[in-house]
Structure formats: structure tokens, C-alpha cells
């Protein structure tokens, strides 16, 4: 395994996403995926077919959609994401149950 401080050196920046080596080190065998790699999938994919019946939603929103309880905070971000505006929406999910667990659960594989 890498050093730490070699382990987070940043990779690159692209749109909101900054890849760091631990995320890149991820992709390299039988591994978990986490929050960071698949959104920069999502951000090469909405670059390269920016398609307006389209959106791939963040994991980290897809997250916390999943964990608040509020109705109203849902739909105030649905609103927020143009989500009653597409035909059709790309949402990963993983099977973590706690909210105070980042990267829980059988995460992306």
C-alpha cells in the first residue's frame, strides 16, 4: 500500500470532482468503488452525452435522499436537481443502512 500523504495526492480536478491516488487505486482489481470515482464517471458521462431528458445524480445525493425522513426536504431537492423535468434518471445505490456510516454497506462493487 501507498504511503499516506502519496495515498491522497490529488490526480486531477475535473468539474466538481478531485480524484486523489487512493480513489485511482481502487480501480485496480476486485475492489469497492467509492463516492468519488463514480462521480467523476458521472461527470465524464454527463460532458461527453449532455443530453437534456438525462441526470445522473450524485451518490452523495442519492445518499442522502435515501436517509432524510422529511417529505418536504425531498422534494425541495428533486426541485433543486430538475429531477421532474427528466425522462429519466441514473441513481447508484448501495445497501448502507446507517447515515453516521460514510462508505457503509457493500458499497458500489
Known amino acids: ?8 495526492r490529488k490526480l486531477l480536478s475535473f468539474g466538481e470532482v478531485v480524484l486523489r491516488t487512493s480513489d485511482l487505486g481502487l480501480l485496480g482489481g476486485a475492489q469497492f468503488i467509492n463516492d468519488t470515482v463514480i462521480a467523476f464517471f458521472f ?7 449532455a443530453e437534456e431528458s438525462l441526470l445522473l445524480v450524485e451518490p452523495s445525493v442519492v445518499f442522502w435522499l435515501a ?11 428533486l426541485t433543486s436537481i ?12 448501495n445497501n448502507n443502512n446507517a447515515v453516521s456510516v460514510s462508505n457503509g454497506g457493500s458499497h458500489w462493487r
Do not use: F, G, N, W
Open 67 to 77: 436517509m432524510c425522513t422529511a417529505e418536504s426536504d425531498i422534494a425541495a431537492t
Open 82 to 93: 430538475q429531477a421532474h423535468e427528466k425522462q429519466v434518471l441514473v441513481l447508484p445505490v
Open 1 to 8: 500500500a501507498a504511503p499516506p500523504a502519496m495515498a491522497e
Open 43 to 49: 461527470e465524464l458521462l454527463a460532458r461527453a452525452y
